[in-house]
């Protein structure tokens, strides 16, 4: 998959993100897990979420799948904060 830098961070990113808008919500643990590794195999590394996606569930799950199933070192997670429902 094709990489760019990020800015001027030194981070090199893949082209294409994966997005866990669902996760925790209409996906489960075990199609998260085949997505986040199907998409690391593929040279993914840019990986978006927000604590608000599945009432917070998105990061929960993703933090448990890197551990063990995708090394960290291999990933940028992108993330958003303040936007806290009533």
């Known amino acids: 998959m ?3 830098h990020l800015g001027r961070t030194g981070l090199r990113v893949s082209r294409i993100g ?5 996760w925790g919500r209409d996906t489960d643990e075990h ?4 997505m986040l590794k199907v998409f690391w195999e593929a040279g993914g590394s840019l990986v978006d ?8 569930e998105a990061e929960y799950l993703l933090g448990q799948l890197m551990d ?3 090394p960290r070192r ?3 997670i992108s993330t958003k904060a303040g ?4």
């Open 2 to 4: 094709e990489q760019r």
């Open 49 to 56: 979420t927000a604590d608000v996606y599945g009432d917070g």
């Open 31 to 34: 199609d998260a897990a085949d």
């Open 74 to 76: 291999d990933l940028v």
């Open 68 to 70: 063990g199933l995708v």
């Open 18 to 22: 994966l997005g866990t808008l669902t």
């Open 83 to 86: 936007s806290v429902p009533d």
